[in-house]
C-alpha cells in the first residue's frame, strides 16, 4: 500500500528529474543559439531616408503586450489589460538574402539593414479601417503572423516584414505579438503569456473574418504561436463561430504542440477547407528540447511523415502535413526553416493563377522538394527507390 511519505519522496523526484531537464534544456538552448545580443527598442528609431533600390513594406500590430509609454510603440514583455494596435513601415535593403533579417548597426544604414521608416500609434477603430480598407479595385487579402516562443517584439515585427517581403505580398500584414519574455529561460513564462492571449486572438480572427471588404484571411502560426491558434481556433468551434473559421487558411509551422493535445483540438476544430496545413522537422532541435522539458512527450512540429501512423492520422483528420527538412535553415536551433517558404510564395500564386499548378493543399502526409518547390508522398519516393527509378 502506497504511504504518504513514498508518494512524496516520487513526487519530489519527479519534480527534480524535471528540473534537470529543464536546466539539461536551457543549456543546450544557450550553448546552440550563442551568445548574440537581442535587438532593443532602438531597432525601431524612424530613419528620415531610404536607401536607393529598397522596398519598403506596413506591417499593422496587434498586440498583448503592454505599450510603455502608453503614447508611444515601445512594447515591453508585461500583459496588457487590453489589446495595443500601431502600423509600421519598414525598408528592406536592397541587398536583402531572402530568409534574412538584416539587424542594423550602432547607425541605422538603410543601405544594408532593416529600418523603421514611419510608425504610428493606432487605435482599435483606426486599425480596422486602416486593413479592410479596399486597395485599388479589389478585397485585400490578409495574412496574419503569430509568433512563437522565445521572441521579443521587435524580432517578431522583423520577421513579419521578412516575410512579406520576400513573398511579395500584395496584401495586409498583421502582426499578432503576445507578450513572450524573448528569454531562452522563459519557457513556463512564455507558456503562461501566450494562454493569456487567447481571447484577443480569438477576437482578432473574427473581425477580420466578419469585414466584407477583406479577401482571403491567412493564419501562420509558429512554434508556441501555433498552439495559441490551434486554441483559437478550437474557441471559436465552440462558440459556433463556424462562418469565421470558414474564412481562415491556416498554417501551423513547427508547432509546439504535444501530441495527444493536438488530437484533442482536432476532435473539436474538425475539417478545414483548405485542409489545416502542419509544417514539420524531424531534426527540430527546439522541439527536442521542449520534448525533453514535457516529459518525452512528442511534439507535433517533430513528426515523422514516412510513418504510416501519421499519414493515415492526417487524412482521417483532414490535415496536411508536410516535411520541409530540405529547405535550409537559418537558424542553429532548425526551428525557423518555415520563414523560406516565403521566397517561392510568387512562384506558388502565379502557377495557381494561370491554373498550371498542382494542387497543394491536400490532406495527408508529403515530403517538400525545395529544388522543384512541389509535394511528393514519402511512400511514393520509397517505392521509387525500391523500384529502382
Known amino acids: 500500500m502506497q504511504t504518504a511519505a513514498g508518494a512524496a519522496r516520487r513526487l519530489a523526484a519527479t519534480a527534480a528529474l524535471r528540473a534537470c531537464a529543464l536546466v539539461f534544456a536551457t543549456a543546450l538552448i544557450l550553448a546552440l543559439a550563442g551568445?548574440?545580443?537581442?535587438?532593443?527598442?532602438?531597432?525601431?528609431?524612424?530613419?528620415?531616408?531610404?536607401?536607393?533600390?529598397?522596398r519598403q513594406v506596413t506591417i499593422y500590430v496587434a498586440t498583448t503586450r503592454r505599450r510603455q509609454p502608453p503614447d508611444a510603440n515601445i512594447f515591453t514583455d508585461g500583459r496588457s489589460e487590453g489589446v495595443a494596435y500601431a502600423e509600421f513601415t519598414i525598408s528592406i535593403p536592397p541587398a536583402h538574402q531572402p530568409g534574412n533579417i538584416e539587424w542594423l548597426g550602432a547607425t541605422p544604414d538603410p543601405n544594408a539593414a532593416f529600418v523603421v521608416m514611419r510608425q504610428r500609434v493606432l487605435d482599435k477603430l483606426a486599425f480596422e479601417a486602416e486593413v479592410s480598407r479596399k486597395r485599388g479595385d479589389?478585397?485585400?487579402?490578409?495574412?496574419?503572423?503569430?509568433?512563437?516562443?522565445?521572441?521579443?517584439?521587435?524580432?517578431?515585427?522583423?520577421?513579419?516584414?521578412?516575410?512579406?517581403?520576400?513573398?511579395?505580398?500584395?496584401?495586409?500584414?498583421?502582426?499578432?505579438?503576445?507578450?513572450?519574455?524573448?528569454?531562452?529561460?522563459?519557457?513556463?513564462?512564455?507558456?503562461?503569456?501566450?494562454t493569456f492571449s487567447r481571447d484577443q486572438l480569438v477576437a482578432l480572427l473574427t473581425t477580420l473574418a466578419q469585414k466584407p471588404s477583406v479577401g482571403d484571411v491567412t493564419v501562420v502560426g509558429h512554434s508556441m504561436g501555433a498552439w495559441l491558434t490551434a486554441e483559437a481556433l478550437r474557441q471559436l468551434?465552440?462558440?459556433?463561430?463556424?462562418?469565421?473559421?470558414?474564412?481562415?487558411?491556416?498554417?501551423?509551422?513547427?508547432?509546439?504542440?504535444d501530441v495527444d493535445v493536438f488530437r484533442e483540438q482536432l476532435a473539436v476544430?474538425?475539417?478545414?477547407?483548405?485542409?489545416?496545413?502542419?509544417?514539420?522537422?524531424?531534426?527540430?532541435?527546439?522541439?527536442?528540447?521542449?520534448?525533453?522539458?514535457?516529459?518525452?512527450?512528442?511534439?507535433?512540429?517533430?513528426?515523422?511523415?514516412?510513418?504510416?501512423?501519421?499519414a493515415e492520422a492526417a487524412r482521417k483528420a483532414n490535415v496536411q502535413v508536410i516535411d520541409i527538412s530540405t529547405l535550409e535553415a537559418t537558424d542553429s536551433l532548425k526551428h525557423n526553416r518555415f520563414v523560406a517558404l516565403a521566397a517561392l510564395y510568387p512562384k506558388f500564386a502565379a502557377e495557381a493563377a494561370s491554373?498550371?499548378?498542382?494542387?497543394?493543399?491536400?490532406?495527408?502526409?508529403?515530403?517538400?522538394?525545395?529544388?522543384?518547390?512541389?509535394?511528393?508522398?514519402?511512400f511514393l519516393m520509397v517505392g521509387h527507390a525500391m523500384a529502382g527509378e
Open 138 to 194: 479589389r478585397k485585400p487579402d490578409i495574412g496574419v503572423f503569430v509568433h512563437g516562443y522565445d521572441v521579443n517584439f521587435q524580432e517578431a515585427l522583423f520577421r513579419m516584414a521578412q516575410m512579406s517581403a520576400d513573398a511579395n505580398f500584395d496584401g495586409v500584414s498583421v502582426l499578432f505579438a503576445w507578450p513572450s519574455e524573448g528569454r531562452v529561460t522563459g519557457y513556463i513564462a512564455d507558456k503562461d503569456a501566450v
Open 237 to 257: 468551434r465552440l462558440t459556433r463561430k463556424d462562418a469565421v473559421i470558414r474564412r481562415l487558411n491556416v498554417v501551423l509551422a513547427a508547432p509546439d504542440i
Open 35 to 54: 551568445c548574440a545580443g537581442r535587438p532593443g527598442p532602438e531597432a525601431l528609431r524612424e530613419v528620415a531616408e531610404t536607401a536607393p533600390g529598397a
Open 269 to 310: 476544430i474538425g475539417p478545414l477547407s483548405p485542409p489545416l496545413t502542419v509544417l514539420v522537422s524531424p531534426d527540430d532541435e527546439a522541439l527536442f528540447l521542449s520534448r525533453l522539458v514535457a516529459d518525452d512527450h512528442a511534439r507535433v512540429g517533430a513528426l515523422d511523415v514516412s510513418d504510416p501512423r501519421v
Open 355 to 378: 491554373g498550371q499548378g498542382a494542387d497543394l493543399r491536400q490532406p495527408g502526409a508529403f515530403v517538400f522538394n525545395a529544388v522543384g518547390a512541389t509535394l511528393s508522398s514519402p
